[in-house]
């Protein structure tokens, strides 16, 4: 047996929602690299641009929050492909009062941004394999977790700098973990496997006394770039990874 073609994601179809955000596109990019036919499920086409001049690289307007959004999108690429082979979810919906602190966090807006984050991952993966368990060979679903959905967050890092961890996030996170591993269980009898990473922080031009202290803490001295994600997606949804399902894959620069 020949391990050449491990990788190999020819004559796969491949959704990216949230595919026009900083570790979206980096996913859609590599996706099309290994031969996958992407499709970004974005809002934002203008974000999106960059990527289209490609023939294999499809923008799609999605919005996961909206179910009637997520079937219509989603039915229209099965249209387009005849298959779904691929989901990774790195859509990052939230809303404009998301760095407000624990004690200042209105309970509509803590109860939007998990019903909007995590609500959409729920969305889009039962919508997703629902269409991968009637076809040959099922599907592989890759959703964005966090290593704050495993660890509490260290809240020194953030001292002197007007940024903190959104206590939603934990909690979404978190959801998003534990979920994976029910789709892993629920779906797996059609051949669907779902599998999560956790990345550490990734640099986005945060203060540098944030970074600073943040490396400080990391075993690879530095934070993770938008790239390193890269990786992980391609062994979790490509045939190196075929009896891989259920697990949360930490990227995160040995943070923990």
């Known amino acids: 047996m020949g391990y050449s073609n491990l990788f190999d994601l020819r004559d796969k179809a491949a959704v990216v929602t949230g595919g026009a955000g900083l570790i979206g596109k ?28 490609d023939s294999r690289i499809k923008f799609i307007r999605f919005d996961i929050t909206s179910e009637d959004s997520v079937k219509k999108g989603l039915k229209k690429i099965k249209q387009d ?20 602190k624990l004690e200042k966090i209105r309970f509509d807006s803590w109860k939007k941004n998990v019903n909007d984050h995590l609500g959409g991952y729920f969305l ?12 040959p060979g099922g599907g592989a679903i ?5 290593i ?20 939603a996030y934990a909690a979404i996170k978190g959801g998003i973990i534990a979920f994976t591993r029910y789709v892993a269980s629920y779906y797996g009898r059609y051949n669907i496997r779902a599998n999560c ?17 943040y490396i400080e803490k990391t075993a690879l001295g ?35």
């Open 197 to 213: 990473i956790s990345p550490g922080g990734v640099y986005d031009n945060q203060p540098r006394v944030f970074v600073k202290r």
């Open 81 to 100: 492909n005849g298959r779904i082979d691929i989901l990774v979810n790195s859509a990052y919906p939230k809303t404009r009062d998301w760095p407000a």
């Open 148 to 167: 704050y959905g495993m660890y509490a967050p260290d809240f020194s890092i953030y001292k002197g700098t007007v940024m903190t961890m959104p206590a």
């Open 222 to 256: 530095r934070m993770a770039s938008a790239q390193d994600v890269v990786g992980a997606v391609l062994y979790l949804v490509s045939d190196a990874s075929k009896y891989v399902t259920g697990q949360n894959l930490v990227v995160d620069g040995g943070w923990r």
């Open 142 to 146: 890759v959703n964005l977790a966090s």
């Open 26 to 53: 980096e996913i859609a990019r590599a996706l099309c690299d290994f031969g996958a036919k992407v499709y970004i499920a974005d809002k934002d086409e203008k974000a999106a641009s960059s990527l289209l001049g």
């Open 124 to 135: 889009c993966c039962r919508a997703a394999s629902e269409w991968m368990k009637k076809q």
